[in-house]
């Protein structure tokens, strides 16, 4: 039970200490790529694109361009709240732009009544915080109280935030810092890495912003836990991509006040220096910043320790990092304690100077250390052996990178040996790689075969062609000229290489009651042309069978036809009225219509005519049986009258 216990603990600590540690930070790099998104929004051609800009830039500390100012006066509404709030909130990120601000006061005090909605009260009270007019605050708080009475979606929450912070003192906002908490568990987490709300960035960003302000507001942290915090900036961070203008501002807005609160700080822990470790590079540089890349105060930063990958085998535990001139930067020579190549897991400590709880996960840092080194291949030996007993009949020497200077014999009674060792050259001790294939290449039809080497517990590898079987299954029994060269490669060397080691004619079996193989042609030939053959129609009955079969079918008509001759037609009692004449005609027309399918109409043409046909004939018809049974009607009256 206590083995349990103690299970669940640790699990329960690794997810906890993977959920602190922020993925990346908005790099210096990261900034001026956002910083490039705003610019190229430049002409703006609409105010909201101009408030993302140039409040974008004002946060990473940029130049807004000089007419922006003009655009604002020439663009704003000022009978159209959300475009005063576009306007305001871009000019006083200016500082120096004013606006037509009597008109605007009217527009926006307007706007505060009984009956606004949450977005309309956020665009009307932010627009008159940006100019710096009286907020009647007793009335806002009552206004934004019946609003989200009637609205309380996830964004009009987010949006009480911001309203509530602006309020005076004297109004009482603790509701609102108590409903980010309610707010925070409508977001879901994804991976253990991510919080995030569905509608994407734009609640997500801004729920960050806002949880600040109020919290500022009331001089309370608020109540969300140092995971949410760091799975929220994670999620921000993950969106630094974009190329969009208002979501790179919202980016930079949610960093910004997640770096520069006194409430809650994430650290962030990553490599200055290039992930990789070599002779030619020793030391590894890590930067310890908030999610901003800026410095976080006096700090020392140690190791816990660093962990192989491949074997988890710990490399040493603690050691303490060298300070910079940069004071968010610390290196440390990690060769000194002679890493085998390979990938390391290094786990790192920060401590403050002066100690504040503020800032999230400096005691669980993390970064990745790649070793590498130069490999060097010795050792080497060709062999050409009996297949039957077993004895090398010639064995050839080989030093790296040369070429055996003449080609090497072999037959169908004979086996091809490659046998050679893999040493790292600062230790020379023999090292395994991931990559270790031998390619067979016919020199005259390029075709070639790939084979992998094998490795024993010495770490000595070894390649063994059985000509005879390899002829059958791999080379189609095509005698010849091969290369045999040496392929080696893994992430942790930095010599990859390729060995032409040497060219090897190699005798295949010809079984006499088959025919020779063919040389197949270059891949890069033309190939036949396909020549493709419709299925060939049916042969059809001859004119004379046709025309047979049709005058038959026509028998019937032509007998009615004399039928009526012969009885004589009366046409005297035929109604002349519209609709009589309306549904012959559209009785006509139908059978006209299935003529025109059979000759060239489709289905669906054919049901479009017949739909329009089909509702006049429907009409005219129910009219002419109506008329003709009133008639009956009328002439039956008459014939009881005289009765």
């Not at 926006?108 to 009984?114: D, I, K, Q």
């Not at 911001?162 to 603790?174: C, G, M, Q």
């Not at 540089?285 to 710990?314: C, F, N, Y």
């Amino acid at each position: 039970m206590a083995k349990g216990i103690g299970l669940l603990l640790l699990l329960a600590f690794a997810i906890t200490g993977h959920a602190l540690r922020p993925i990346s930070t908005l790099t210096l790099e990261d900034q001026a790529r956002l910083r490039a998104v705003f610019e190229q929004a430049q002409p703006f051609t609409d105010l909201a694109h101009a408030h993302y800009s140039i409040l974008g830039l004002t946060l990473l500390s940029a130049p807004a361009p000089k007419d922006a100012c003009t655009f604002l006066k020439a663009k704003v509404d000022v009978s159209n709240v959300q475009s005063l709030y576009h306007a305001t909130s871009a000019a006083k990120a200016l500082g120096n732009c004013q606006l037509n601000a009597a008109k605007a006061k009217q527009t926006l005090n307007t706007a505060l009544n009984e009956s606004a909605d949450v977005p309309t009260l956020f665009y009307a009270v932010s627009a008159l915080d940006s100019l710096k007019f009286p907020i009647n605050s007793a009335d806002v708080a009552k206004f934004l109280k019946a609003a989200l009475k009637k609205d309380d979606s996830l964004l009009s929450q987010i949006y009480g935030l911001y309203i509530a912070s602006k309020l005076s003192a004297e109004t009482d906002v603790t509701e609102y810092l108590n409903s980010v908490e309610d707010i925070a568990a409508q977001a879901d987490e994804i991976d253990d890495l991510y919080l995030q709300f569905e509608a994407g960035i734009l609640p997500s960003a801004m729920f960050i912003d806002g949880s600040v302000k109020i919290s500022e507001k009331t001089n309370k942290k608020p109540a969300l836990t140092e995971e949410q915090v760091v799975m929220a900036g994670n999620y921000i961070l993950s969106r630094k991509t974009t190329q969009n203008v208002r979501n790179a501002y919202l980016v930079v807005l949610a960093t910004k006040a997640l770096s520069n609160n006194k409430f809650f700080v994430p650290v962030g822990f990553s490599l200055a220096s290039s992930i990789t470790v070599s002779p030619a590079q020793p030391k590894i540089i890590v930067q310890v910043t908030d999610l901003m890349t800026g410095s976080i105060g006096q700090l020392s930063i140690s190791t816990k320790s660093a962990v192989r990958k491949s074997d988890r085998s710990k490399l040493f535990t603690e050691k303490k990092l060298a300070g910079t001139a940069d004071k968010t930067k610390f290196d440390l020579n990690f060769l000194e304690s002679k890493p085998a190549p390979g990938f390391y897991d290094v786990t790192l400590v920060g401590k403050l100077a002066k100690p504040d709880s503020k800032f999230i996960g400096l005691a669980d840092g993390s970064i990745t250390v790649k070793v590498v080194t130069e490999v060097i291949v010795e050792e080497v030996e060709l062999l050409v052996i009996d297949r039957d007993q077993s004895i090398a009949t010639k064995t050839v020497n080989v030093q790296h990178p040369r070429k055996v200077a003449s080609p090497i014999d072999a037959d169908y009674h004979q086996n091809v040996m490659l046998k050679f060792v893999l040493k790292d050259k600062a230790t020379n001790k023999p090292m395994p790689v991931h990559q270790a294939f031998i390619r067979m290449a016919n020199l005259k039809t390029k075709q070639e075969v790939i084979f992998t080497s094998d490795r024993t517990d010495t770490l000595q590898y070894s390649f063994k062609l059985d000509v005879a079987e390899s002829g059958r299954d791999h080379f189609n029994a095509l005698s010849g000229k091969y290369s045999m060269e040496l392929i080696i490669g893994d992430a942790s060397i930095q010599n990859p290489f390729l060995w032409h080691v040497a060219d090897v004619n190699l005798k295949f079996y010809e079984d006499p009651s088959k025919k020779a193989p063919e040389v197949a042609s270059s891949p890069y030939e033309p190939k036949p042309v396909i020549d493709h053959m419709f299925r060939v129609p049916e042969k059809r009955p001859s004119k004379t069978v046709s025309s047979l079969f049709t005058g038959l079918i026509a028998v019937p008509l032509l007998v009615l036809l004399a039928l009526w001759a012969k009885l004589g037609v009366n046409l005297s009692n035929f109604p002349m009225s519209l609709s009589a004449v309306g549904f012959h005609v559209g009785l006509g027309a139908i059978f006209g219509l299935f003529y025109c399918y059979w000759a060239y109409l489709n289905m669906f043409q054919t049901i479009r005519y017949l739909t329009i046909i089909s509702i006049v004939t429907f009409i005219c018809g129910n009219r002419l049986l109506g008329s003709i049974a009133a008639r009956k009607l009328a002439r039956s009256s008459r014939y009881k009258g005289l009765r």
